[in-house]
């Protein structure tokens, strides 16, 4: 099986994404620590579609909208547990961008990002669409009669 980026390539599997998302997370956190990732995910998602709906709200120029509606749609990612580590990471680099190129609250900045980075990199836990998806799959066989 030849490399592709540091990952195998499975000619069998026709989709590319799952082969990708797999190997981004050994195991879907389970227990206690699938739980704190389900309530991370779902505090974080809710502050980002909050905070995005508020300065829509507002009605801001074309180029901070289009940042408040590129993160409220990482923030619906978040809450589903779709995409977690992309999501993150886009959270995290639309907050870098928004702490450089704009004045405000900047420690609430600082912690959505956090947030963000820290959700990519830890994945989405067992109770998202991501393991459902792209999680180990149980398949049982029962003896023939």
């Known amino acids: 099986m030849p490399l ?6 499975y000619p069998e599997s026709s989709n590319l994404i799952y082969g990708f998302m797999r ?6 956190a389970r227990g206690l620590p699938g ?4 309530f991370m995910r779902l505090v974080v998602g809710t ?7 508020a300065i829509l709200c507002s009605g ?15 923030g ?8 977690t580590p992309i999501a993150g990471a886009l959270v995290a680099l639309l907050y870098i961008w928004d702490i450089l190129s704009d004045t405000g609250d900047l420690w609430t900045k600082i912690l ?9 990199l830890l994945g989405p836990g067992a109770w ?10 149980r398949i049982d066989i029962r003896n023939r009669p």
Not at 23 to 28: E, G, M
Not at 35 to 38: A, C
């Open 23 to 28: 190997r981004l997370f050994s195991s879907f």
């Open 47 to 53: 502050a980002l579609i909050a905070r995005a709906v």
């Open 60 to 74: 801001p120029k074309l180029g901070p909208a289009i940042l408040q509606v590129l993160t409220a749609g990482a």
């Open 4 to 9: 592709f980026w540091g990952f195998r390539w």
């Open 35 to 38: 739980t704190g990732l389900l």
């Open 112 to 120: 959505l990002g956090t947030l963000g980075a820290a959700l990519a």
């Open 76 to 83: 619906l990612l978040l809450l589903a547990g779709l995409w």
């Open 128 to 137: 998202s669409v991501d393991a459902r998806l792209f999680g180990w799959k």
